[in-house]
C-alpha cells in the first residue's frame, strides 16, 4: 500500500498547484466560480496575480494509512509564473518500521504558456524539487533529492463541461531504501479528469490516474509497480464580499486495474483570497 499511498499524497499536492478565476473582490467583474480546486489532477490555470490560496488535503486508505498534505501557492510578478510548496504528513503503519512523519517536501515553478482561466485551452507546465526531508527507513521519503516535470492542459468542451489532461515524469538519482542500498529511479504518471458543472458554485467531478513507478530493491536494482485509480467526487464554494473563497471537496479513490479492491476516501479544503488592494 505504501506503492499506492506516496504517489497518491504527491499527486494530491501538485494537484492544487494550479488557480482560479478572480476571487470576489478583485478587479475583474465576474462572479467568483471554482476552477482550480481539482483533486488528483492539476489543472493548466496559473494563481491571478494579487490572489493566495491554502489548501488542505486528506486521504486516507482501508487499511489506515493516512496521509494529510498543506499546500501554498503564490502568483509571481503576474499570472505567468507561480511558485508553491506543499508539506505532506504521512502515516504508514503497516510499512517495516513504518509510521507517521513528514514526507518529501516539493517545491513547484509553473509557467502559463498558453491561455487562462478565461480562455477555451490552457497550458502550464511545471517543474518541482522534491527535497529528501522524509524519512526512507520508515518509507516516508526517497532519500534523495528528485526532480519532477509535469504538462497540464485544459480544455473548455462547453459552459458545463471542463476536461484536463496531466502528463508527467519523476527522475530520483540515488534513492535509498530503508536497507540503504541506493538506485535511480524513473518514475510516471498519467491523468484525465472531466468537471460538469450544474452551477458555478458547485461541480461534479471523475478523475482518472495512472502511475508507473520503481522503488530500490537492492544495489542499482528497481522493482517497476504500477496503479490505477478512478476519483468521483463533489466540490462547492462559499464566496464572501471579503474576496474570500472556501471549496470544500470529497471524493472516493477506487482502485482499478493493478489497483483492484484499494479503496479509500478523500477530502478537500481551500482558503482563497486576495493579499493585495487595488
Known sequence: MSRILLPLVFLLALSSTPAQQPAAGTQSAKP???????????????QEKGVVQHINTFVRQRNGDWAYTFTQEWPVLSQKHQFSFSIPVQRLGHAPDGGTGVGDIALNYRYQLLGNGDTRVAIAPRFSLLAPTGNEDKGLGSGAT???????????????????????????????????????????????SFIWLPSSRFNVMFESIWISEESVVGPHLTERNTSAFLNPGIRWAY???????????????????????????????????PFTRN
Open 32 to 46: 467568483p466560480i471554482i476552477q482550480d480546486n481539482s483533486f488528483l489532477i492539476e489543472e493548466a490555470y496559473n
Open 146 to 192: 528528485a526532480y519532477q516535470t509535469n504538462l497540464p492542459v485544459s480544455v473548455v468542451v462547453s459552459d458545463r463541461l471542463v476536461t484536463h489532461w496531466n502528463a508527467g515524469t519523476t527522475y530520483t538519482p540515488s534513492a535509498k531504501n530503508p536497507l540503504g542500498e541506493k538506485a535511480t529511479l524513473h518514475d510516471y504518471n498519467l491523468g484525465q
Open 239 to 273: 464566496n464572501f464580499k471579503s474576496g474570500l473563497q472556501i471549496v470544500p471537496g470529497i471524493a472516493v479513490p477506487i482502485g482499478v486495474g493493478p489497483s483492484r479492491g484499494d479503496r479509500g476516501i478523500f477530502l478537500y479544503l481551500s482558503f482563497e483570497h
